[in-house]
Structures are given as structure tokens and as C-alpha cells.
């Protein structure tokens, strides 16, 4: 079975939430980079070689769903784990329509982000 590169994306426009979450993946011998918004992400050509997507859905600018909607066109089989602070059972059932390994609420125990991004690294996840 193949395995994905270790290197996660963390999209979140709050600053202290992405740096939180970065440095929970680092702790856990994860690589990460940083990104304040999907067009951040979708502009870095360091991009190609993410292995998963930690990915806020209210972001400033293009929300998190759109930026799923963006990358299937180019069959990109990039796994999402969705976070959001939103309690919204429509908006969780539209995320996993567009695509995700995990939808997690915040807070959501480190232990889930883990797990999730560990199963999707290791191509077990399925979206």
C-alpha cells in the first residue's frame, strides 16, 4: 500500500487555532504548513506535495467547501478532514457530500485529528 507524504496542509484564517493545530501535528512527528485561506493554498507550489488537508470550512475569501469543490475537478484525491465551529447538521451533511475523511467539530479532541489524519496518511481513508 502506498503511503501519502507526511506533510499536512492546516488551512484556518484564525491564527492562533492554525498554530495550535500545527504544533499538535508536530508533536506527533507530523510536518505541516500553515495556510490563512484556500487561495493561500491553492497559489503555493509547495501544494503538490501534501499528503492531507486539515481544512476550516468559514474561512475569509473562499470558503472550505469551495475549496474541496476546486480541487475535484482536477481529480484530486487529496484527503480532507473538515473543522468547523459550527454546530450545523446541513452544513456537516454538504461537507461529507463534497468529500471528507473526518468532520470535526471545535474543539474536537486532539485524539480524533490524530486518528483521522493518521488513517488518511496511511490511504485508508476513504472520501
Known sequence: ??????????????PSMRTSVERLLNAHGLTTEG????EAFLSDPKAT???CLVLDIHLDGM?????????KPAHCRLPVIFITAVDDDALELEARRVGC???L?????AASLITA???????????
Open 1 to 14: 500500500m502506498d503511503k501519502r507524504p507526511r506533510t499536512v496542509a492546516v488551512v484556518e484564517d484564525n
Open 101 to 103: 475523511v473526518a468532520y
Open 49 to 51: 506535495e501534501i499528503g
Open 35 to 38: 495556510y490563512s485561506s484556500a
Open 105 to 109: 467539530r471545535k474543539p474536537f479532541p
Open 117 to 127: 489524519i493518521n488513517e488518511a496518511l496511511a490511504g485508508n481513508a476513504t472520501d
Open 63 to 71: 470558503s472550505g467547501i469551495e475549496l474541496r469543490h476546486r480541487l
